[in-house]
């Protein structure tokens, strides 16, 4: 599903929700753009919406609370999309020669993670502002202990579900926590230098690679 970062117009006097929805989006289009959480103003955002700046403190504390809602939201979209690939149990089927050979393959946890890689593959190139949002921009360092508290983790929650579905006597036992990470980010280094070279990304060959990477992993 594509990115939907749009300039929208300025809210009436009280639709809050509407407002704060605003917010979030300018913040996320200046953060995407900048690249640097630090670059990133309320007064910026404020402009970029239409509105003075005293009206985001209705909505956000401050700038890391603006910044955290953002980028949470990012990772929360990712997530429902690798999830409902899941929950679907088939890969996607317009871009691979290998997914149109499984995509009448019956639902089963294999499946359902090889539909996930897919996603994957897709919410990048179809939502590459987000995509950098969650993982390209620069951040303002913060405390060690509060990075178990980070969105990126709902993401590795994902695939270690998907991974735990797998049978028990699976080749290569592949299994949770660690080998999950490992997975994961084998796959996000696929796309990411599929999307950092200077030409148009070969979507079949992408999914190919992803699922070369999955046979690697997991036998079937």
């Not at 909505?59 to 990712?78: G, I, N, P, W």
Request: glycine share 8%.
């Amino acid at each position: 599903m594509a990115e939907t970062f749009k300039r929208r117009a300025p809210s009436q006097w009280g639709e809050g929700g509407a407002l704060k929805e605003e917010i979030l989006a300018a913040a996320a289009r200046l953060l995407a753009e900048s690249g640097r959480e630090e670059a990133l103003s309320l007064r910026a955002v404020a402009r970029e919406v239409g509105i003075a700046a005293p009206s985001i403190y209705l909505h956000f504390k401050d700038r890391s609370d603006l910044v955290a809602t953002v980028t949470r939201r990012a990772y929360e979209k990712l997530v429902a999309e690798l999830r409902e690939a899941r929950d679907g149990g088939t890969p996607h089927t317009t871009h691979s020669p290998h997914a149109t050979h499984t995509s009448h393959a019956p639902h089963t946890p294999r499946t359902a993670l090889r539909a996930m890689a897919h996603r994957y593959c897709t919410f990048a190139l179809e939502n590459p502002r987000r995509f950098r949002l969650m993982f390209g921009v620069e951040r303002i360092v913060g405390p060690r202990e509060d990075s178990p508290r980070h969105p990126v983790w709902l993401v590795l929650g994902a695939w270690e579900e998907a991974l735990a579905a797998l049978p028990g006597d699976r080749s290569g036992q592949v299994g949770t926590g660690q080998d999950a990470l490992l997975l994961w980010s084998a796959l996000h280094g696929i796309v990411t230098i599929a999307m950092a070279l200077p030409y148009e990304v070969d979507r079949c060959g992408l999914i190919q690679r992803a699922d070369d990477l999955l046979d690697r992993i997991v036998a079937g």
